[in-house]
């Protein structure tokens, strides 16, 4: 008998074992992710004899070992090192060259669809892992065509389809204690462990227990070997309370010889095919708790000292073989180990977490001493963290008060007890100080940007947490920079893909400035807030105030006929408004007749075009925000000084003949050959716009040669320009200055 001296901490049942490595001095320790970020870019860079040391963390690949003789270790085991699927490969496919060795050391392998490990070649050593929920057609969490070695091991919820629910193999494998526990076999002739022609295989120490076969069939579900042997062996095993037809199947007999089992409790038979050789039994094991993950050997069990006598198989106290993966423990010991809380040890954000532990001891001696020990690893040549002295008395618990723990470490602690005569074995768990996560981003609302709703939605690219715990959000806005006056808030906010977002209530205060913040939480901490952002809220836009005119003053005369209008610049009660304005001017009070220059983004407009002397015209601004809102000032007036001088009138050609050929040819010109009419600057219109119409066309052709070459006079063809009917000075203006486009 003997105890366990390292922790294999699966499913909190504080079982485990030893990690021990003999390495050849001369071969490279790669580091994951430190010295390459995947566990396969590490696999790929190591030659012969390498480790890849992986550190804790839940790492999405499908690794290939391609004919190395490489370990690939866990730094920390299988409870904080998982490897889960990528793809729908195997997660570990391993190709051994046929002289060398290969090894698989302390991970959780989980989630598989094609297999956990499948292997091609001998010489691989599967060792203290826990293969969990992992599915397959034949041996759903480990199948090998060669010799393997295979030890240590958890199998828990795994699924095969046509046999091995944990383990399918060819030729001499050495399966030796490894627990296997509430799998799945969907194949009639089912099998936690399954083989089909396997000879020299030792199916040694292991406890197959609580497992499940269909209904269909007439199969095993322990332990099923299909035209086995010679020389294969079943012993010291515990296969009990297993449901389906077997709990040792062996068809076809070729040697198998089945000796100092204890199989009980199993479906329809314990055994078929095979005879118990000598030293087996069938009795309740009296396991310490199975529902909780206990499968150790309680006082009085009949499996304790009851395996194999040959001292090859001796428990490492020196003391006789018991049967199945756990020998029973006589020294006192530690039944549970927690720091901080009991719960969840990988979050701990108390800097001084109690350290709590269990005494028991089989033969119920008084417990006098304790001691504790805190290390950055789980190699004890020395606690780097922290060695109190030995505790006197029966406490079972201790303030942490060594080195200050730093957050996102993981550190390791371990505790022993003793009774009057005896100290028992270490007993280690491990523990890691929570990481706060970081300060979200904030997004939108934009730094000093405009909220167009009262209910806006505030936006942060999301917060990192080291341990990839699940964030939620909490937001806060307030009128005031210095955070005094809240307006909104809201905690626990669901994390987004990506983004997280939050619709605040209602913010009344319209046109006003607030200031946000947000944070995220693990659950276990609250992060740092973000930048403090502003933003204003405009949910109702109200138009701009009226503007003054300045210039030309109203009912004045001005002297220049083409003007600088100007106004004062307009006010809008909506935060940062776009203002553009339109200059609108008339030859009549009601606007009828008018030209608009819009878009201008000043507050004063020089006139393009020369306006008629003599003339009055109305002018106003119409201020626009952008959003639909806009206003319009008074309306002025002014009259251009000057007289109305048409020298040319009737006179196209200008040349001081009124009306020959000459000028019949300029009329036609402009009306039909888009030629330009001579320019008189203090004519409201063109000398061959003989009728005042504001075009030229065939009716001022016409005229013209009426005097010309007929009777025609100018008195009785022509009008007057300098007087002009009011609707012809409007259509003149419009020719002259545009209506409504931009100048």
Known sequence: MHRLTAMLLVGGTGLSFCLLVGRNVQAATIHVPGD??????????????DMVLVAPGTYRENLVIN?????????SGPQSTIITRGNYDPIIRIYSAPTLGTTVWGFTITEATTGGVVVTGPNVVLRGNHFLRNSRSRGAAVFSDSPIIIDSNWFTQNVDHDGGGAIAFTGAAQITRNLIYDNFTDDDWGGMIYSENAAGCAIVNN??????????????????????????????????????PYGILVYNNNGVTCTYNDVWDNEVSDYYGVSPGPGSISADPKLADTAAGDFSLLVGSPCIDAGDPDPIYNDADGTRNDMGAFP????????????????????????????????????????????????????????????????????TSIHYAGAPLNDGATYFARVRVANDTLWGGWYVTRFRMNS???????????????????????VVMNADDPEGDALRYDFEVYTDSNLTTRVASVT???????????????????????????????????????QMWSFMVDAYNEPPAPVALYSPPDAAIILDPAPRFSWQAAVDPNPSPILAYTLIVAVDSGFVFKAEVSGLDSIDYVWPNPLVPGWKYWWKIM???????????????????????????GDPYCDGIVCDIRDVIKTVNVAFRAATPVQEPSCPLANTDVNCTGVTDIVD?????????????????????????VGLRLVGFKAAHGSGADQ
Request: proline residues 7%; contains cysteine; hydrophobic residues 35%.
């Open 67 to 75: 004919g190395k003789a490489i370990t690939l270790l866990s730094q």
């Open 492 to 530: 626990g906010r669901v994390e987004g893909m990506g983004q997280t977002s939050w619709r605040t209530d209602s913010l009344t205060a319209e046109n006003a400035a607030h200031w946000w913040r947000a944070r995220a939480s693990d659950g276990y901490e609250d992060g740092l807030w973000s």
């Open 701 to 725: 052709v016409v005229k013209v040669v009426n005097v010309a070459f007929r009777s025609g006079t100018p008195i009785t063809e022509y009008c007057n320009p300098c007087a002009p009917s």
């Open 328 to 395: 029973a423990e006589w020294a006192p010991g530690v039944s549970s180990l927690s720091v901080g809380s009991p719960e969840d040890s990988l979050h701990l954000t108390d800097d001084h977490p109690l350290i709590a532990w269990v005494y028991f001891d089989a033969h119920s001696r008084p417990h006098t001493q304790s001691q504790v020990e805190v290390g950055t690893d789980d190699e004890w040549s020395v606690a780097e963290m922290w060695q109190p002295p030995t505790i006197a008395g029966n406490a």
């Open 36 to 49: 390459q970020p995947t566990i396969q870019t590490g696999i790929d860079a190591a030659v012969n004899g």
């Open 436 to 458: 706060v996560p970081t300060a979200p981003v904030p997004l939108f609302p934009s730094q000093r940007g405009i909220a167009l709703a009262g209910r806006p939605y505030l």
């Open 207 to 244: 406890t197959i227990v609580g497992n499940r076969k269909n209904e269909w069939g007439m199969g095993g579900c322990g332990i099923v070997l299909l035209y086995a042997g010679p020389g294969a062996a079943i012993k010291n095993n515990i296969v009990t309370s297993n449901h389906g």
């Open 623 to 649: 201020a626009n925000d952008g959003r639909g809102g806009t206003s319009a000032s008074p309306v002025w007036s002014f009259t251009v000084q000057g007289s109305c001088d048409c020298p040319c009138h």
